[in-house]
């Protein structure tokens, strides 16, 4: 009895024992996992023919057709409102529309793994900023990226078409990457891990900028 007993202990113990290692063991792995990661924020403007503009009109065509989608107005605002609500309330407040939005912040995570670079939209907020810069922004509508698949699908299977080949289709994630956006049009970084950037941040932009472009043309 009392061998029966001892040797319940010891199997006990090693299983303790071996969960112990495995916990240990599976905590460095997760770390190292992760070699390097960076949040940064941009600010772009949504022009004529522009991938901005045309995300906008995509996302404004899908959630008119689907008024059970709930938004929000901006990052700091917690309640959600059918798209319906959300217009109504836009022209009453400022006689704008979802489409009448004429600047986006573009949320990007970076990260560098064991699968190698991976870059990814976090959230888009859409807004209007009246001419001269003298008045406040109104916020039109604010995606979280991660929490709505539907708008995953947007980034990755709509587009816009080729100028010289209509029947290939470039995604929207394709023409927003980080490295495109800042490269192509007036954007602006405004953040670089959730500090704003000041004046004289120039370098620390532009050293950004380029290990961006590095990793996304390393990755291919």
Do not use: C
Not at 95 to 119: C, K, M, P, T
């Amino acid at each position: 009895m009392i061998r029966s007993n001892l040797s319940r202990t010891v199997s006990t113990l090693t299983g303790g024992a071996a969960l112990l290692l495995a916990a240990l063991l599976f905590v460095p792995q997760q770390a190292q996992a992760q070699r390097w990661l960076q949040t940064t924020q941009v600010i772009a403007p949504i022009e004529s023919e522009s991938a901005t503009r045309a995300l906008l009109d995509t996302l404004v065509n899908v959630i008119e057709r689907k008024d059970s989608l709930m938004v929000r107005r901006s990052p700091q605002n917690a309640e959600k409102m059918s798209v319906s609500a959300l217009q109504e309330r836009l022209l009453d407040e400022s006689g704008l529309g979802l489409s009448s939005s004429n600047q986006v912040f573009i949320d990007y995570r970076f990260a560098v793994n064991r699968d190698g670079f991976e870059e990814e939209i976090t959230s888009l907020h859409f807004i209007f900023r009246p001419a001269g810069g003298n008045d406040e922004d109104i916020n039109v509508m604010y995606i979280n990226v991660k929490r709505d698949a539907w708008v995953e699908d947007v980034l990755n299977q709509k587009g816009t078409t080729l100028v010289t080949n209509e029947a290939a289709l470039k995604p929207f994630r394709e023409q927003l990457a980080f490295a495109r956006v800042v490269r192509d049009t007036e954007a602006q970084i405004v953040e670089i891990g959730n500090r704003k950037v000041r004046e004289g941040f120039e370098m620390k932009k532009r050293q950004l900028v380029d290990k961006i472009t590095r990793l996304t043309y390393s990755s291919r």
